[in-house]
């Protein structure tokens, strides 16, 4: 499966903004969807992931502003960031992980475990 994220762009603290993640090649219901992002200077690191059957976890930090969802008819997982803070600036990564079951309510939160990735969309919060 091929990923495009998109949706980035520079906007001021308290704003929002929504990421789209567009797959082709094959159906993102297969997958685990999951968000990740990598400040300048720092390692990449999870912001948020949602199952094949629609549930979804965040990182402590976005948890009440950011919101992911997926439209499995458009091949298509969102995030919504809503409230956004300059410490949120990054490039935001949508992956995909494979071989999960529909009922998986685990937490895919390592990198290591997603097998395809989108090139990033750069959001930048200016305060």
């Known amino acids: 499966v091929q990923l495009q994220a998109s949706g980035g762009g520079l906007v001021q603290a308290g704003d929002s903004l929504r990421l789209s993640c567009a797959a082709s090649?094959?159906?993102?219901?297969?997958?685990?969807v999951g968000w990740f992002r990598q400040a300048p200077g720092k390692e990449r690191e999870f912001v948020s992931g949602?199952?094949?059957?629609?549930?979804?976890y965040y990182t402590d930090s976005v948890k009440g502003r950011f919101t992911v969802s997926r439209d499995n008819a458009k091949n298509t997982a969102y995030l919504q960031m809503i409230n956004l803070k300059p410490e949120d600036t990054a490039v935001y990564y949508c992956?995909?992980?494979?071989?999960?079951?529909?009922?998986?309510?685990?937490?895919?939160?390592?990198?290591?475990?997603?097998?395809?990735w989108g090139q990033g969309t750069l959001v930048t919060v200016s305060s």
């Open positions: 992956a995909a992980k494979s071989g999960t079951i529909l009922s998986s309510t685990l937490y895919y939160t390592d990198i290591r475990q997603y097998d395809y």
């Open positions: 090649g094959r159906t993102l219901s297969m997958y685990a």
């Open positions: 949602i199952n094949r059957g629609g549930s979804t």
